[in-house]
Antibody
């Protein structure tokens, strides 16, 4: 069965760039199908927030509220996709999840806490 | 942006009772709505897609209904593992997908 695992620094300084990678196992990102691969985040006590998604071809779609700071990329040779969020502030502190999109978010990684602090 | 409002914020019930959770959208989403369960320290888990279709492996005590702007998740007889937070989520097009703020189902 497909599994997703986030990795990256747990602490990022204000104004710097947050970088995370999601490694997919049990399925190939580039396999034919209608799956998209997505990033989400969740601040304490709040509902999840969708950040954006990428298709194996490299086409992306980002949340309009974060679009100017978000880059999502894919490396099919490593079966990974990545997130970069620039100019971070304390408001970007959250648990970040990667997830598969099969219409909805049907498979999730366990999440990784990223704290923005000096 | 489509805003999803969930109510009540908290539902206090006993095992064996039924739970009715509501989700209201600020504009019509058709039936493009999902429900998720989140237990403490875990990622959300997809329960219901397209308003009423149970996801793979989800017990029959979970059911969803609604269309347009008003949706309901019903849990027919609460099991101990069902006490958790539940979120609704819409998938409009072009994507600006949003979640509700959640309903916590707690043990009375």
């Amino acid at each position: 069965q497909v599994q997703l695992q986030e990795s990256g620094p747990g602490l990022v300084k204000p104004s710097q760039t947050l970088s995370l990678t999601c490694t997919v196992s049990g399925d190939a990102i580039s396999s034919p199908g209608a799956y998209y691969w997505s990033w989400l985040r969740q601040s304490p006590g709040k509902g999840p927030e969708w950040i954006g998604y990428i298709y194996h071809s490299g086409s992306t779609y980002r949340n309009p509220s974060l679009e100017s700071r978000v880059t999502i990329s894919v490396d099919t040779s490593k079966n990974q996709f990545s997130l970069k969020l620039t100019s971070v502030t304390a408001a970007d502190t959250a648990v970040y999840y990667c997830a598969r999109v099969n219409g909805y978010f049907d498979v999730w990684g366990q999440g990784t806490l990223v704290t923005v602090s000096s | 942006e489509i805003v999803l409002t969930q109510f009540p914020a908290t539902l206090s019930l006993s095992p064996g009772e039924s739970a009715t959770l509501s989700c209201r959208a600020s504009q019509s989403v058709g039936t493009y709505l999902a429900w998720y369960q989140q237990r403490p320290g875990q990622a959300p888990r997809l329960l219901i897609s397209d308003a009423s279709t149970r996801a793979t492996g989800i017990p029959a005590r979970f059911s969803g209904s609604g269309s347009g702007t008003d949706f309901t998740l019903t849990i027919s007889s609460l099991e101990p593992e069902d006490f958790a937070v539940y979120y609704c989520q819409q998938r409009n097009w072009p994507p600006s997908w949003t979640f509700g703020q959640g309903t916590k189902v707690e043990i009375k």
